[in-house]
């Protein structure tokens, strides 16, 4: 069964340096007939992909190539410019760990804000707070907004929410190495648990021999233009030359 399919889809954003201006800088150009539309930049150029249920995807390419930005456009983070997206069931993504938090709130209302994100109830995610505390190690925080929290400890919190839920499409951005010695280790006990189960998972890492190991294909990314669909080693075969 296909849960994710994008047809044809091409994605345009302003350059870093566009979206460095100010608005006192904008009105300054204006005002002295200066004023440029803003550059942009094609990252995604006309990308048909069809995913199947249960199937664990390897996305790997330079730096640059769009792979970060190729998630973000199956999650909803970002809109096409052209082309429609399809996804069926529910999305984790693990892009940006704790992304999605709002810091001035305790880490139980986060967890409970996070869930439903994630198209959860509020009933469902308050079953889960205790599992998510205890395998975050935050117990002690649960009261404690987001924002006293440290990296490593909002990282833990985000891939335990995300893993918890049990989603039907799972989406990592090189976020396997969470935490200290002893939460990877729980880390990779769990990202089993979904790799034999029926959970859809997208991988984006630079570990290539990871990607070999536990994937069933792989996308190979090139500028913005997919170079390679197929086999695993294929497509690092093909990446390294």
């Avoid at 390419?61 to 983070?77: D, E, P, Q, Y």
């Avoid at 990607?211 to 497509?235: M, P, R, W």
Wanted: proline letters at 2%; a neutral charge.
């Amino acid at each position: 069964m296909e849960v994710i399919r994008l047809d044809h889809v091409s994605l345009w954003r302003r350059t870093q340096e566009e979206f460095s201006y100010d608005l006192k800088k904008t009105i300054l150009n204006l005002v002295q007939g200066r004023y440029r539309s803003p550059s942009k930049k094609q990252i995604l150029n006309n990308i048909d992909l069809v995913i199947h249920q249960g199937e664990k995807v390897g996305i790997i390419g330079a730096n640059g190539s769009g792979k970060s930005t190729l998630l973000k456009i199956i999650c909803g983070i970002f809109t096409p410019t052209s082309g429609t997206v399809r996804v069926r069931g529910k999305i984790a993504p693990l892009i940006e760990l704790g992304g999605g938090f709002e810091p001035e709130i305790s880490v139980v209302d986060n967890i409970i804000f996070y869930g439903i994100l994630l198209g959860f109830s509020k009933q469902e995610m308050k079953g889960k707070i205790s599992s998510i505390l205890e395998f975050a190690q935050l117990e002690e925080y649960a009261e404690i907004p987001v924002k006293a929290l440290s990296s490593g400890m909002t990282a833990r919190l985000g891939f335990s929410i995300a893993t918890d839920v049990e989603p039907d499409i799972l989406i990592l951005d090189e976020v396997l190495s969470v935490g200290d010695a002893h939460f990877q280790s729980k880390s990779k006990q769990r990202m089993d648990q979904l790799w034999q189960a029926n959970t859809t998972v997208l991988l984006v890492s630079h570990d290539l021999d990871f990607l070999q190991k536990t994937c069933t294909s792989a996308i190979l990314l090139d500028k913005g233009n997919i170079k390679f669909i197929g086999s695993v080693h294929e497509a690092i075969k093909i990446y390294l030359e």
